[in-house]
T-cell receptor, first 113, second 115 residues
């Protein structure tokens, strides 16, 4: 069965610091990978997705993620975080052409001014 | 732009009562997914519908049922509620079963509290 593991449950950063959130998945076949963000009191929003091609994916709001197949990883990065990036971040995986997502436990990011 | 609408936003029920959650997908979206997110937990897939037919089933208890109607809105019916059913219930919609062309759009969720 597919599973997603996010290493950090809580991350606290100061503004302008760099961010990297870890995500590993377990699945032997072809996977589609996603990062979603959930701002306080809001719904899940898609940050970026990977299906195939260039393993370095650029998303909205300056986020990017790198798919490393050999490590079954899809880490999220941002060079310089802002206070407005305070949110919970979920890594998710699906297989084939389907939208049924398996989510990781989420990482709660707090950015201090 | 129109988003996924869920109602009600908040719902408080007592144990053993029933609850009905509604989801109105983005116009022209034909696929609906239901997720349950317990306190401090990741969203868990419950069930999905495509063109009014159940397309996939996840960790949905037998006490729950759902359907998608002709106008593509969906309802999640929950009976014999238990304290452990307290959670945020997300609905998401997409245009088709193809996640590449149509990523999921999530609603704001219904927060169910069972007392």
């Amino acid at each position: 069965a597919q599973s997603v593991s996010q290493h950090n449950h809580h991350v606290i950063l100061s503004e302008a610091a760099s961010l990297e959130l870890g995500c590993n998945y377990s699945y032997g076949g072809t996977v589609n990978l996603f990062w979603y963000v959930q701002y306080p009191g809001q719904h899940l929003q898609l940050l970026l997705k990977y299906f195939s091609g260039d393993p370095l994916v650029k998303g909205i709001k300056g986020f990017e993620a790198e798919f490393i197949k050999s490590k079954f990883s899809f880490n999220l990065r941002k060079p310089s975080v802002q206070w407005s990036d305070t949110a919970e971040y979920f890594c998710a995986v699906s297989s084939g052409g389907y939208n049924k997502l398996i989510f990781g436990a989420g990482t709660r990011l707090a950015v201090h001014p | 732009a129109a988003g996924v609408i869920q109602s009600p936003r908040h719902l408080i029920k007592e144990k053993r009562e029933t609850a009905t959650l509604k989801c109105y997908p983005i116009p022209r979206h034909d696929t609906v997914y239901w997720y349950q997110q317990g306190p401090g937990q990741d969203p868990q897939f419950l069930i999905s519908f495509y063109e009014k037919m159940q397309s996939d089933k996840g960790s949905i208890p037998d006490r729950f049922s759902a359907q998608q109607f002709s106008d593509y809105h969906s309802e999640l019916n929950m009976s014999s509620l238990e304290l452990g059913d307290s959670a945020l219930y997300f609905c998401a919609s997409s245009l088709a079963l193809d996640s590449f062309n149509s990523p999921l759009h999530f609603g704001n969720g219904t927060r169910l509290t069972v007392t």
